[in-house]
Nanobody
Framework: QVQLVESGGGLVQAGGSLRLSCAAS????????MGWYRQAPGKGRELVAT???????VYGDSVKGRFTISRDNAGHTWDLQMNSLKLEDTAVYYC????????????WGQGTPVTVSS
């Protein structure tokens, strides 16, 4: 129903910045929430940030003040601006779309790796 494509990951030095983008296609009218999650080696998937259709945002405690999530008005794309990157931010980052129709479904991108080096 919904396909997500991520871009922007890569290698960056500690203290630097990256901007991740997620583009949605398919039945995008179902999307009511958009988000970013990450998974570090040996750990579970962790909330980074979410944004609702009305614009409300939620951030994980570890990224507050450093990361910012944004979206376009139509909800086709959403970005994650990452500043002041730390070594512990190294992970595979996944974008997520929450869809509401007949029930509630989550769709995930393929993941884009972010590596922060010293």
């Amino acid at each position: 129903q919904v396909q997500l494509v991520e871009s922007g990951g890569g290698l960056v030095q500690a203290g630097g910045s990256l901007r991740l983008s997620c583009a949605a296609s398919g039945d995008i009218t179902c999307i009511v929430a958009m988000g970013w999650y990450r998974q570090a080696p040996g750990k579970g998937r962790e909330l980074v940030a979410t944004i609702a259709s009305g614009g409300g945002t939620v951030y994980g405690d570890s990224v507050k003040g450093r990361f910012t999530i944004s979206r376009d008005n139509a909800g086709h794309t959403w970005d994650l601006q990452m500043n002041s990157l730390k070594l512990e931010d190294t992970a595979v980052y996944y974008c997520d779309a929450g869809c509401k129709g007949w029930g509630y479904s989550n769709y995930w991108g393929q993941g884009t790796p972010v590596t922060v080096s010293s």
